[in-house]
């Protein structure tokens, strides 16, 4: 193979790659991503990586003189191909494997593996399949990706659960089983069978949030119990998606929390930053006490000391006391844009609701704190 | 105790105080900073914290209501002021040392410790004195620290060693056994005994660099053989100096280099990473091949590839060749402001100087080391 390629683009290329690249280096033949020509396309050349459970393809402009496929170490490329400075990048492979790789007065010279060896990627035809916006997508996954679980604890809440709802509308939902968070959305174009139910990973949907913006304008995600795909613009993720069955999470969506709350989000963000900073726990307890017109929060009685901070707030009920993880609420209102949040509640042992003043798509469910003191 | 500070200086103070605090805690004392009001300044306070080793006095302007002292713990008091948002915060004590902060709507309260049990920073009158200003005093730290030890292992080479020329000029000096970097600063005013030569620890260097701005526009260095003090604007570092000897490094400041190579400094930095990029090892060796017009930088040749580079270079003598670590390169590089440097050789064995083309005043050396490929 012998390739010519534009070293910005070859570098912003190689970074998506190396970030879907494997890094436990437990298998280390995914340490490596691979560089192809494709038969019917003369101008172009096709880079791919894969964990097994995740790949990338991505297509690129390339001046080709010799067709054919290389497979290299992605990190070791990526590190020294981000330091070179002139226009073109000059790829050349050799039958005995060594890669040439030469820009301005730099040359490189790397061993590399055989093709064959790597899993190789193919694109699928899917019968389920949305067409929505990219920053529709972005908030999609935003909205969403915090309240999965993080730990291999129960697999199938590692990811967010893709549905249809009755009126064709995406629905997007998380939860690590002390929060949820929903998103429903309405999309261009959608077909999904209305029994359909995905759970997308972590890792794809992170991976995918990142490179968005080279989708372009629109991302179409077709899929099937197996697995998804995301493409657009040169650029395509594959994932498997997770086994098992994700829980209903309709009954634990209160109906009747009759308590409503208005206040200033960035007011409240700030004010639980300031009471959750005493406290040395992770998930950092705070008390909150509401009555007409005031929020009042505190922080735990501990030796180390403590906080408490007043914000007004719209309420006009009975006086009431309910305990949070701190961080949970703080990441809620981290991903709401709207100037203004909405609590609703039921009582200091119910489920509450978190949700923007503004926009009814979004909705947040946590777990209320048993707070004893 | 009963003080109103403004809460953006107390917030800066507290960053300066909190980074002189010890982090080890293996004393958990030294886990606080001392405020406290000042016999013969009603209209100031004086923070002060100390890790043994370096302390930090720093005073500011407060409304004193009641005169007196706390000592609070430094890491909860900075994390939560840095959150908090209103103009004035208002510190109270009481009898049963609770200490009451309050800003805005926020209400903190925090257990104190008695100031009698911290160890209490005094400022000397000490006999040498260096008047320096702020921008040489940063230049001279940063252009030397970097060679300086950052392990145990020769407890007289963590610092720098400061000490006065015959012309009355200072010198600054480091070396970690490898490389040395010196640079010679004339400054407004020295009162330094021919003979003495002190140790400034890392740390000290380290914070004094990073508060410096602080100072104002000149700082005063005094110090004696045991303690340095560092004083201007309204800070005052003090600094336990390091016990024994530096070593003579006079003479291995080679006198006879007469290979002198001129080149681009970003050009040379720029193809020090890239060649030194494919190296997996901390020091990354390379081998620079000098010639009439050309220097050639090429990696070490591994099982995982190998680079070479070239650069244009103004040299006129016979070709030869030398191996240096890139790291300590790529650090002397980093210090340098000049568009050129010029590397002076003696032959591949010998130690190398590495100094701008414009300023006499600082060089480096560095060892070569053997490169057997």
Known sequence: MEITL?????????QNINSVVDKSSTKPILSNFVIR???????????????????????????????GSICVNA???????????????????????????????????????????YPQTVLEKLPESVTISVEDLKSCIDMTLFAAITNESRRNLMGVCLSSTSDQQTRWLSTDGHRLAQIIKSVDDLIIDAEQEVIIPRKALTEVRRAADMFGKTVNITFDSRVMQFSGGQISFKTRLIEGKFPNCDPIIPKDNNLEILVNRENF?????????????????????????????ESEKADYGEVVDEIEAGYEGESFQIGFNARYLLDVLGVIDSDDIILECKNS??????????????????MPLRVEW
């Open 6 to 14: 534009k070293r910005e683009a070859l570098s912003s290329t190689l």
């Open 37 to 67: 020509t494709l038969e019917d396309d003369s101008s172009n050349v096709e880079f791919s990586s894969t964990d097994y459970e995740l790949s990338l393809v991505e297509v690129m402009p390339a001046q080709i003189k010799d067709p």
């Open 75 to 117: 990190k070791k490329v990526f590190d020294i191909v981000k330091e070179l400075k002139d226009d073109e990048v000059h790829i050349r492979s050799t039958e005995q494997l060594w890669i040439y790789i030469t820009c301005g007065s730099s040359e490189l010279r790397l061993p590399s593996v055989e093709v064959g060896l």
């Open 269 to 297: 963000s700030n004010s639980l930053r300031i009471v959750s900073s005493i406290s040395s726990e992770k998930l950092r307890p705070v008390k909150l006490i509401i009555s007409a017109g005031v929020l009042r929060l």
């Open 349 to 366: 042992m119910s489920p509450t609701i978190i949700k923007s003043s503004t926009d009814e798509s979004f909705l947040s469910v946590i």
